[in-house]
């Protein structure tokens, strides 16, 4: 029972996901009317999904290798520590309680 599962009820709170975060909001993210999950941290700073660095720390390089520096600093703002793969279920987690919060 230790496993936290995306769907569940201890899962409405970001923190639980990603402890500095502070809240989840949708964001225009262009002039074509994409809109984008912000999160907004404890810093006062937001990341978004479509960010950069964001794109950058989820893809793989060319040579199949990760974009370390990317995934670590990312993951130190969120308060995760782990791989890349954990990062994206993260955010992956966080968009879907976005989603669920938004219907």
Do not use: K
């Not at 995306?6 to 409405?12: E, K, P, R, S, Y």
């Not at 937001?46 to 060319?62: E, P």
């Amino acid at each position: 029972m230790g496993s936290l599962h995306h769907g569940t009820i201890a899962a409405q709170d970001p923190r639980n996901l990603a402890p500095r975060v502070r809240a989840l909001r949708w964001r225009s993210a262009s002039g074509r009317g994409l809109r984008d999950l912000a999160i907004d941290l404890e810093d006062g700073s937001s990341i978004g999904l479509l960010d950069a660095d964001v794109l950058a720390a989820c893809a793989y390089r060319d040579d199949g290798g990760e974009d370390t520096d990317n995934v670590r600093a990312l993951s130190e703002r969120l308060g995760i520590r782990g791989s890349r793969d954990e990062l994206c279920r993260t955010l992956h987690g966080l968009l879907r309680l976005a989603a669920e919060q938004a219907s």
